[in-house]
């Protein structure tokens, strides 16, 4: 069965700092990792995703994640934080054999102090 | 943005009543997925589709029923509401082979009293 472990149910940074958000997870098979993020009252927005190929990848507002099987880790970073990244984060495990459903983790409230 | 549509965005309803959610797209993707979110635990997913007529459980199925009788269209039903039920629910969409992430509504607020 697949899971996923995201540390710190809210993290706080000051504007301009680095940004990182955990997440860990369990699956048998290689798995498709995502981050999504959602604003107030509104649904979830693809931020990036890894399949398959270079471990980095780089999603949208400047965020970017390694897999690193190893530790069977794909956490969330961005160099330097803006007001505007306040938000709940979600990482989240699926595979294609599973009809691609997807395995959330708790989520992770990011507070961006000016 | 994807073209999703969820309906109603938000409804109140007594303890006991059938409640049915809808779910619209217009992107001709395969799979729908229909999830909640409750505060602690992310979001879960209810039930999902494959194609039309075909649909199975996810983790948090009891007291929930789903149809698809086309392509773009998923309703999640829930025979007699309890205010466990109440939730924020989220339909998704996805489309095999390359591109496997899913793709969100806006969500609809559910509140039985």
């Known amino acids: 069965a697949q899971s996923v472990t995201q540390l710190g149910s809210h993290v706080s940074v000051s504007e301009g700092a680095l940004v990182l958000l955990r997440c860990n997870y369990s699956?048998?098979?290689?798995?498709?990792l995502f981050w999504y993020v959602q604003y107030p009252n509104q649904g979830l927005q693809l931020l990036l995703k890894?399949?398959?190929?270079?471990?980095l990848v780089k999603g949208i507002n400047g965020f970017e994640a390694e897999f690193k099987k190893s530790e069977t880790s794909f956490h969330l970073t961005k160099p330097s934080a803006h007001m505007s990244d306040a938000a709940e984060y979600f990482c989240a495990v699926t595979q294609p054999a599973s009809s691609y459903k997807l395995i959330f983790g708790s989520g992770t409230r990011l507070l961006v102090r000016p | 943005d994807a073209g999703i549509t969820q309906s109603p965005r938000h409804k109140v309803t007594e303890t006991g009543t059938p409640v049915t959610l809808r779910c619209h797209q217009t992107e001709n993707h395969r799979y729908m997925y229909w999830y909640r979110q409750d505060p602690g635990h992310g979001l879960r997913l209810i039930h999902y589709?494959?194609?039309?007529?075909?649909?199975d459980k996810g983790e948090v199925s009891d007291g929930y029923s789903v149809s698809r009788s086309k392509t773009e269209d998923f309703l999640l039903t829930l025979e007699s509401a309890t205010s466990s039920q109440t939730s924020v629910y989220f339909c998704?969409?996805?489309?095999?082979?390359?591109?496997?992430?899913?793709?969100f509504g806006q969500g609809t607020r559910l509140t039985v009293v």
């Open positions: 890894y399949t398959t190929g270079a471990t």
């Open positions: 589709s494959y194609g039309v007529k075909d649909t």
């Open positions: 699956s048998s098979v290689p798995p498709y």
């Open positions: 998704a969409i996805s489309e095999s082979g390359g591109l496997p992430e899913a793709f």
